[in-house]
C-alpha cells in the first residue's frame, strides 16, 4: 500500500499570514496533484507536478515536487478566507488508473 | 460547475431500503469513478470504469453495485447498507490513458443509514 501523509491535519491561522502544508510518501510517484475542497463540494484539481524538484505557482500559492518525487509542499503567501478548505494531495504511479489520496489538511483561514 | 454531476445531494436511508446515486459527467470523459469519503480518511476508491473495463477494490461490500451503461453516466446501487457505510459519496471523470489522470469531481452524496 502506498500511503501518502498530509501534515498538519488542522490549520487555523489569521488572515495575511503564510503557511505550509506537507504531503509525505516513501513511495516514488511519477506525478502528484493537489486538491482543494470547500464544504459541500468535490475536490477541485489545483495543479499538477510532474518532475522532481519542480516549482509551480499558481497566484499566491507555490507548489514544490521533492527531488526524489516522494514528497511535495504546498506554501500560501498571505492567506485569505477564502482559502479556507480541504487540501488533498493524490499521487499516481505510471500510467495507473488510481490515483492514492492523502487524508487532507483542513485549512481555516479567520478574518 | 465541475462539469460532474451528482444526484441526489443528500440522502437519509433505512438499512432495508433500496437505493441509487447517479452521476453524470458532460466533459466527453470516458473514465469514471466511485469513492467513498469519511471523516479524517483518505478517499477510498471503490470502483473504476475506464474503456467499458471495470475495476473495483476488492474491499468494498457486495452491498453496493455499481452501473456504467454509458461513457457519461455512472450509477451506485444500494442495499442493505449499514451505519458505518454513512459518508459523502465522490464521483469523478477522467480521460483514459491521459498522463497523470487528473480527476474532476462532482459534488457529492451526503448519505446518512439509519
Known amino acids: 500500500t502506498q500511503l501518502l501523509e498530509q501534515s498538519p491535519q488542522f490549520l487555523s491561522i489569521q488572515e495575511g499570514e503564510n503557511l505550509t502544508v506537507y504531503c509525505n510518501s516513501s513511495?516514488?510517484?511519477?506525478?502528484l496533484q493537489w486538491y482543494r475542497q470547500e464544504p459541500g463540494e468535490g475536490p477541485v484539481l489545483l495543479v499538477t507536478?510532474?518532475?522532481?524538484?519542480e516549482v509551480k505557482k499558481l497566484k499566491r500559492l507555490t507548489f514544490q515536487f521533492g527531488d526524489a518525487r516522494k514528497d511535495s509542499s504546498l506554501h500560501i503567501t498571505a492567506a485569505q478566507p477564502g482559502d479556507t478548505g480541504l487540501y488533498l494531495c493524490a499521487g499516481a504511479h505510471g500510467s495507473a488508473r488510481q490515483l492514492t489520496f492523502g487524508s487532507g489538511t483542513q485549512l481555516t483561514v479567520l478574518p | 460547475e465541475t462539469g460532474v454531476t451528482q444526484t441526489p445531494r443528500h440522502l437519509v436511508m433505512g438499512m432495508t431500503n433500496k437505493k441509487s446515486l447517479k452521476c453524470e459527467q458532460h466533459l466527453g470523459h470516458n473514465a469514471m469513478y466511485w469513492y467513498k469519503q469519511s471523516a479524517k480518511k483518505p478517499l477510498e476508491l471503490m470502483f473504476v470504469y475506464s474503456l467499458e473495463e471495470r475495476v473495483e477494490n476488492n474491499s468494498v461490500p457486495s452491498r453496493f453495485s455499481p452501473e456504467c451503461p454509458n461513457s457519461s453516466h455512472l450509477f451506485l446501487h444500494l442495499h442493505t447498507l449499514q451505519p458505518e457505510d454513512s459518508a459523502l459519496y465522490l464521483c469523478a471523470s477522467s480521460i483514459a490513458g491521459a498522463p497523470y489522470n487528473e480527476q474532476f469531481f462532482g459534488p457529492g452524496t451526503r448519505l446518512t443509514v439509519l
Open positions: 513511495s516514488v510517484f511519477s506525478s
Open positions: 507536478v510532474v518532475t522532481g524538484g
